[in-house]
């Protein structure tokens, strides 16, 4: 298993500016996943992220809007650019055991765009 | 491409009340099968898995079995309690396919 630790848990940002959310795993992992979650509604994969390597992107995320760094094998951050309010989602951080598809989460930054 | 497509909610029970949630699923290949749970204000968890055909999944009272012929992996517990309000996700993926997450259920259970 993996623990995880996103940071900020919860914010409340402007229209206009960009946030980054943090994610620190407990163990070294080849791939780290971020997803958007909109009120009400299922998990959406914005990118995977490879430690030295560019982020794959998902269809309908883009690299100028969601921008990831990858520093290392255990901490990875999703920056939301330009926010607006369409961007009022929870952004959950996840690994996975190795090729088994069973994902580990962070409990999720929620993010309010006024 | 990979879908799951889950019954809708929200589903509400009382306490001791026999809960299924349906789960159906397309595929290529011969993916793992999942149900994520998320309780209110958390974030998602791994309820249960199945790796393979007949395979049954199983964990705090709740199963599901993998399906092939029907390609379902339905959720069920015999007797749900009011700490069982969550949300809960049917899931596909492993083995270097992307997982792929249905809608979610969200059940309510009231005393």
């Known amino acids: 298993s993996a623990v995880i630790s996103q940071k900020p848990s919860r914010d409340i940002c402007q229209r206009g500016t960009s946030l980054t959310i943090q994610c620190q795993v407990d163990s070294q992992v080849t791939m780290m996943f971020w997803y958007r979650q909109q009120p009400g509604q299922s998990l959406t994969l914005i990118a995977t992220a490879n430690q030295g390597s560019e982020a794959t992107y998902e269809s309908g995320f883009v690299i100028d809007k969601f921008p990831i760094s990858r520093p290392n094998l255990t901490f990875s951050t999703l920056t939301v650019s330009n926010m607006s309010p369409e961007d009022s989602s929870i952004y959950l951080c996840?690994?996975?055991?190795?090729?088994?598809?069973?994902?580990?989460f962070g409990e999720g930054s929620r993010l309010t765009v006024l | 491409g990979d879908s799951v497509t889950q019954m809708e909610g929200p589903v509400t029970l009382s306490e001791e009340a026999f809960l299924t949630i349906n789960c159906t699923y397309t595929?290529?290949?011969?993916?793992?099968l999942f149900w994520y749970v998320q309780y209110p204000g958390e974030g998602l968890q791994l309820l249960l898995k199945?790796?393979?055909?007949?395979d049954k999944g199983s964990n705090k009272g709740f199963e599901a079995t993998y399906r092939k012929e029907t390609t379902s992996f339905h959720l069920e517990k015999g007797s749900v309690q009011v700490s069982d309000s969550a949300v809960y996700f049917c899931?596909?993926?492993?083995?270097?396919?992307?997982?792929?997450f249905g809608t979610g259920t969200k059940l309510q259970v009231i005393p």
């Open positions: 199945a790796t393979k055909a007949d």
């Open positions: 996840s690994v996975e055991q190795e090729n088994t598809g069973e994902l580990f």
């Open positions: 899931a596909l993926g492993g083995g270097y396919q992307k997982v792929t």
């Open positions: 595929a290529t290949g011969y993916p793992s």
